[in-house]
C-alpha cells in the first residue's frame, strides 16, 4: 500500500509535507484543487479525500472515450465523465472510494527519480493477484503528481458503463474488472485505520502540516484547469461519430 511503500527518514532535514484531508468532496474539485496546487505553488502537498458523490468516470488526459466507455448507458444514466489532468487509466469512483494524492517537487524524496516506474515503487496497489487501487502520475518539469483511487468497497454494476481497453496492463490479462479487482473492507477493518496510517507513513518522511485549504485560495484567482467534465453534448457527437464510422 501507499503507507507501507514510504521509506523511513530522520527527523533531521525532512522537507515539510502539507496535509489536506477531506470528506465527500466532488471529485471535480478534488483534481481541479490538484492541479492548481501543481502548478501554482512551490509546496509538498498531500490530499485525502474520503469518497466522492455522484459515481463519476474519471479517464486520463489522452483516453479515447469511444474506446474506454459505454456511452449510450452512461448518457441513459446521466453519468459525470472527467477527463483529468494526468496520464493513466479509466475508473468509476463512488462514495466506496478513497483517494491519496502526493504533488511533490522533485527533490522532495531523496534518491526518487521523476519518472512514473520510480514514483510507483512507493507503493503497491494488489493483494496477490487482486488489485484494489487506480493511480496516474502528471509529471511537469520540476515537480509532480501521483493520485490513487483506492477501493474500499465498489458497486458492480458501475463496472459495466466501463469497457475493457484495447491496450490493458499486463497484469489485467483481458479479464473483466470484478474478476482482477478487490475490496479493501475484506482486508482492513477501517477507512480511518487506512488513511491513519498514511499519515503515520507520512510522518516518518517528512514534516506533515495540517493544512486548511480555505487558507490557501482566494477568490481572485485566475487560474483555469484543464481538467473538465464532458458535457452530453461532448458524449452525445462521439456517439454519433462512432455509429457513422459503422456505417460506412
Known amino acids: 500500500m501507499a503507507a507501507a511503500g514510504l521509506t523511513r527518514a530522520s527527523s533531521a532535514g525532512r522537507p515539510l509535507m502539507r ?118 502520475q502528471s509529471i511537469t518539469k520540476n515537480r509532480w503528481v501521483h493520485h490513487t483511487s483506492f477501493l474500499w468497497d465498489y458497486d458492480v454494476k458501475n463496472m459495466d458503463y466501463l469497457k475493457i481497453p484495447k491496450r490493458a496492463p499486463e497484469y489485467r490479462l483481458a479479464r473483466k474488472h470484478t474478476d482482477f479487482l478487490c475490496r479493501m473492507k475484506e482486508y482492513m477493518p477501517s477507512r480511518s485505520v487506512f488513511t491513519d496510517g498514511v499519515i503515520t507513513a507520512l510522518r516518518e518522511q517528512f514534516l506533515v502540516e495540517p493544512t486548511d485549504i480555505e487558507t490557501v485560495l482566494s477568490d481572485d484567482d485566475a487560474f483555469v484547469p484543464s481538467t473538465k467534465l464532458l458535457s452530453e453534448q461532448d458524449l452525445e457527437e462521439i456517439a454519433s461519430s462512432k455509429e457513422s464510422l459503422h456505417r460506412v
Open 19 to 136: 496535509l489536506v484531508t477531506m470528506s465527500g468532496a466532488p471529485i471535480l474539485q478534488q483534481l481541479h484543487l490538484e492541479e492548481r496546487l501543481l502548478r501554482t505553488t512551490g509546496d509538498n502537498w498531500c490530499i485525502i479525500n474520503d469518497g466522492t458523490a455522484p459515481p463519476t468516470i474519471v479517464m486520463g488526459v489522452s483516453g479515447r472515450v469511444s474506446e474506454l466507455v459505454e456511452i449510450q448507458p452512461v448518457l441513459r444514466d446521466q453519468v459525470p465523465v472527467v477527463r483529468r489532468f494526468s496520464g493513466g487509466g479509466t475508473v468509476i469512483v463512488d462514495q466506496g472510494t478513497v483517494f491519496v494524492t502526493f504533488i511533490c517537487n522533485k527533490a522532495a524524496v531523496a534518491g526518487l527519480q521523476p519518472f512514473p516506474r520510480d514514483i510507483m515503487t512507493w507503493s503497491d496497489y494488489a493483494f496477490s493477484q487482486l488489485k484494489f487501487g487506480g493511480n496516474a
